[in-house]
C-alpha cells in the first residue's frame, strides 16, 4: 500500500513538473490521428496529402509533368522518449530521393526528426504527425515507433480540404496532386556513382 502511494506521488509530480510541451504531446499521442492532423494544420503548416509509411515505406509525391521529379520520402525508423510513463519527444527519420521516370533515384537529403516541423523537399515541405505502433513505457525509456503518419505541403498546389480528410486510408491528396506508397526496402536497386537504378 506504501508503495502505491509513494508511486501517485511521484507520478503527480512528474505531471505537475513536466514540460506543457510535454502533456501537449501526450494529448496527440492518446488522441486520434484526425485530432492530431488538425493540430498540425493550425500549428505547423496546411497540406495537400498526407501517407501512412511503416518502417522501409516511401511516401512517394509524383511530379506534375513526366519530366518532373518524383520525391520518394522513405520512413527509415522513430522513436517515442518516455520521462516515466510521460512522452517527451517524437523522432521520425527519413530520407529523400528524387527519382526521375521511376527508374533513375538521386540522394536528396535525410532528415533526423520531422516530427511537428516542416522540412523542404522540392517547392514543398514534409512533417510529421502521428505515429503508432509503440509501446508506452510506464517508467521511462524509449520505445520503436512502427508506423508514422507524414503530410505533404506546396505553395502550388490547392490544399486538401478539411472536410474531404479520410484518415481510415493509406494515403490521400488533392486533385492536383498524387501521392502512392510503395515499399522502398523491396525495390531492386542497382547502385551507379551518385544514382541508382530502380526495378519495381
Known amino acids: 500500500m506504501r508503495f502505491h502511494r509513494v508511486l501517485m506521488v511521484l507520478v503527480g509530480l512528474m505531471l505537475i513538473t513536466a514540460p506543457a510541451s510535454a502533456l ?3 494529448d496527440i499521442l492518446k488522441g486520434t490521428q484526425e485530432s492530431a492532423l488538425n493540430l498540425f494544420i493550425k500549428q505547423i503548416m496546411p497540406i495537400d496529402g498526407w501517407g501512412k509509411v511503416e518502417v522501409g515505406d516511401a511516401i512517394v509525391v509524383k511530379g506534375q509533368s513526366f519530366w518532373n521529379p518524383d520525391y520518394y520520402i522513405v520512413f527509415e525508423g522513430g522513436k ?9 519527444d517524437v523522432d521520425v527519420k527519413v ?5 526521375y521516370f521511376g527508374l533513375i533515384a538521386f540522394y ?6 520531422i516530427w511537428w516541423k516542416k522540412e523542404k523537399i522540392g517547392d514543398g515541405w514534409i512533417g510529421g504527425f502521428f505515429v503508432s505502433g ?3 513505457k510506464w517508467f521511462g525509456g524509449e520505445s520503436d515507433v512502427k ?3 507524414i503530410a505533404y505541403n506546396s505553395p502550388s498546389i490547392d490544399n486538401l480540404a478539411a472536410e474531404d480528410v479520410n484518415l481510415n486510408l ?4 488533392s486533385s492536383d496532386l498524387k501521392i502512392e506508397i510503395v515499399d522502398w526496402d523491396s525495390i531492386k536497386k542497382v547502385q551507379i556513382g551518385g544514382a541508382y537504378l530502380l526495378w519495381r
Open 24 to 26: 501537449s504531446l501526450q
Open 108 to 113: 536528396y537529403g535525410e532528415y533526423e526528426d
Open 95 to 99: 530520407i529523400v530521393y528524387k527519382v
Open 170 to 173: 493509406t494515403a490521400q491528396a
Open 134 to 136: 509503440f509501446d508506452w
Open 147 to 149: 508506423c508514422a503518419y
Open 80 to 88: 517515442v522518449k518516455f520521462w516515466g510513463p510521460i512522452p517527451t
